[in-house]
């Protein structure tokens, strides 16, 4: 029996196999999966990433892992891996033809790609050598159209190996960075920063806040106002009534004890209202279902002493407020933590307000509280009695009307409610929510104003990236009035509304003054959505620059455009002056740290992001203005770099010099 292990030992060595070395078969649904960082929801085990059987063009699949665009999952190798194999697809509970690509990289290159992926092709069979592989990330990248609707299975996927098969980590772990302020307190001068312009229809009740910083009292006063309208001269609200179509320029003014200033505006009255990004609060991120009256009463309070004279002026209540049953007429009413929304509505009104509810076209909201399903009229009729200003549509449980969707069966219920929005005396900006596909294309013709072009964000850094970083593929529809909605901003302390736990901003300062600079440039609605009551002084800071949300609300409103190169995004958009926004960002939506010594070094140092003139559609020499620091930096001819920190931003407006 020894002689015969002896011999077998022996045959082993002469073949070069050691002992310790049998290959062996590792399938990848035995790993640990929580090391798989993906951009949507997370990775599921056997199941597709909605929890559902694995199928790919009809064809059942019973192991592997479920994911979404954009997924990267690091395995160390220690060169002991000989091949990987398995199948890819996108699942079939995809609800429309999104597309994606698999790739698989070693050692920082990539060895393999399965070319872009759609709903309905066959699972493609693949197998690749690693010999002598130190390192693979298994990836999953959007296919040019966004990561919406990319449910990506990994099937059947096995490694051969004759040693360990070792996940990590293939994203950084943010080192902890005080958080610091880089824009001065405003001038106790005047300074004027509400819209340029202000669309109202002929008839309906008028709103305009002239938002002014400085020093109080202040004596507001307006020149050249349409019949129907007056101002507050003590809190520079005009109000009141226009019957006649028209366009109208206005010319409003504040003073106090140290100067003036004033700005001229346009009233469009007409059929198009929200012709610059709306800018407020929602309840949702932070308090989920747990809104109730009171906390929207904080916020209201909140932002009428410490936001409105920068331009914020919505206050909307997201889910959780609805009775459980309608009157005996069909009414929708509030629960006992909503006893009178007239009231409330007045309430916010009275603070130079506007006032913004939640609803889906279903049976049920998301939150499984009553939806508008067979009541649409009734119900804008009521929001309209409220004193509505703002509704957000949530597409949630209509599933249970139409329950194989295609884009008619979603842009039906959205087109019917935008009907009846039109119907009421009242103007109502109407969000198409829910991040249909290609919602950007008939989001206009259900008579939305903005429309929610991805799933919910999160403040996870990877997720604001995948959301930002891909809106290029919707910007041209940007307009006066139309505007692609990438969800809400992330700052400040929040968590509730997806069921984490009151926490401050997951996103470091960095990430944050991006975040602000890239949907200022995007002309997105900004919304905030935290604990008003919790807002530190870095966060008020952040939502406070004048210059920066100038940029959002510049009447121009031009689509922001993306430039992709060494170490990040340029995204840069005109101006009505004549001038033009450049944000310079240190970001990457397919970053994968392959050297783990380094992790902290790249967070600690600056990188160099250059662009041409040519390639901005400039020529000439410009002044180039530092927005967030609020100063002038010099002058540029034919180039601009700019150094920023790691997923940092410089954001400058570059003004032709006058000759």
């Known amino acids: 029996m020894v002689r015969r292990f002896s011999y077998l030992f022996s045959l082993i060595t002469a073949l070069g196999i050691a002992v310790s070395g049998f290959s062996k078969e590792v399938y990848l649904d035995k790993l640990d999966v929580s090391y798989m960082l993906q951009d949507w929801g997370g990775p599921v085990v056997n199941k597709s990433v909605l929890g559902t059987p694995f199928a790919v063009a009809g064809v059942k699949y019973s192991r592997g892992i479920g994911t979404h665009s954009v997924s990267r999952y690091m395995l160390k190798l220690d060169g002991k891996a000989t091949s990987i194999s398995g199948y890819v697809g996108a699942d079939d509970r995809n609800d429309y033809a999104g597309s994606m690509e698999f790739k698989i ?3 920082g290159k990539v060895i393999w790609t399965s070319n872009i992926m759609r709903k309905g092709m066959p699972a493609l069979r693949f197998n690749v050598d690693l010999t002598g592989k130190q390192q693979i990330v298994l990836m999953v990248t959007e296919g ?3 990561i919406m609707y990319d449910h990506a299975d990994w099937l059947e996927v096995k490694i051969e190996t004759s040693g360990e098969v070792i996940p990590q980590t293939a994203y950084p772990e943010s080192i902890a960075k005080d958080k610091y302020i880089l824009t001065p307190k405003p001038r106790e001068t005047p300074r004027i920063n509400s819209p340029r312009v202000f669309g109202v229809r002929p008839g309906n009740p008028f709103l305009y806040q002239v938002a002014a ?3 109080r009292p202040m004596k507001f006063t307006a020149y050249q106002l349409p019949k129907g309208l007056s101002i507050d001269e003590k809190t520079g609200l005009i109000t009141g009534t226009v019957e006649k179509a028209g366009r109208y320029y206005i010319v409003v003014r504040a003073d106090n004890e140290l100067g003036g200033d004033f700005r001229r505006v346009t009233v469009e009255v007409g059929d198009k209202i929200a012709l610059t990004p709306p800018m407020g609060w929602n309840s949702w991120n932070c308090w989920g279902l747990n809104v109730d009256e009171q906390k929207v009463k904080d916020a209201a309070d909140f932002m009428s002493r410490e936001l409105i004279n920068h331009g914020w002026s919505y206050i909307n209540i997201d889910d959780g407020w609805e009775a459980k049953e309608r009157t005996k007429e069909g009414e929708l009413l509030g629960n006992a933590k909503f006893p009178d929304f007239k009231r409330l509505s007045d309430y916010i009104h009275s603070k130079g307000l506007k006032f913004g509810i939640y609803s889906s076209p279903g049976p049920k909201t998301c939150g499984g509280y009553l939806g508008t399903y067979a009541h649409e009229a009734i119900d804008a009729r009521t929001w309209a009695n409220w004193g509505v200003d703002y509704l957000k549509y949530d597409y949630c449980l209509y599933s249970e009307i139409a329950p194989v969707p295609t884009e008619n069966l979603i842009k039906d219920p959205y087109i019917l409610m935008g009907d009846e929005l039109q119907k009421v005396n009242r103007d109502i900006v109407y969000c198409v929510g829910y991040g249909a596909p290609n919602v950007w294309y008939w989001g206009q013709e259900a008579k939305g104003h903005q429309w929610r072009t991805t799933r919910d964000i999160t403040d996870d850094w990877n997720v604001v990236v995948a959301i930002g970083a891909f809106q290029d593929v919707c910007a041209p529809v940007t307009k006066p009035g139309q505007y692609n909605d990438p969800d809400m901003l992330v700052v400040g302390k929040l968590g509730g509304g997806w069921g984490a736990k009151m926490h401050d901003s997951k996103l470091t300062a960095d990430e944050q003054y991006s975040h602000m600079s890239l949907w200022s440039l995007l002309s997105s609605p900004l919304l905030i959505g935290c604990d008003m009551n919790a807002i530190d002084d870095f966060t008020l800071n952040l939502l406070t620059n004048d210059e920066v949300i100038a940029v959002n609300q510049d ?12 170490n990040g995004q340029i995204w840069y958009k005109e101006l009505e002056d004549g001038s033009v926004a450049v ?3 240190n970001i990457d939506p397919y970053y994968i740290l392959w050297d783990k010594t380094k992790e902290k070094a790249i967070q600690n140092q600056e990188y160099e992001l250059s662009v041409d003139w040519a390639k901005l559609g400039l020529t000439g020499e410009y ?3 530092d927005l967030w620091k609020q100063q002038d930096i010099g002058r ?8 920023v920190p790691y997923h ?8 032709p010099v006058k000759k």
């Open 105 to 107: 990289l070693a050692d």
């Open 144 to 146: 040019g159209d966004g």
């Open 213 to 215: 910083t400085g020093k």
């Open 555 to 566: 009447p121009l409103v031009k689509p922001a455009k993306k430039i992709v190169t060494e």
């Open 583 to 585: 944000g310079f960002f």
């Open 623 to 625: 002044t180039v203005r």
């Open 636 to 643: 540029a001819k034919g180039k601009y770099s700019a150094k």
């Open 648 to 655: 940092g931003v410089k954001l400058v407006k570059l003004t």
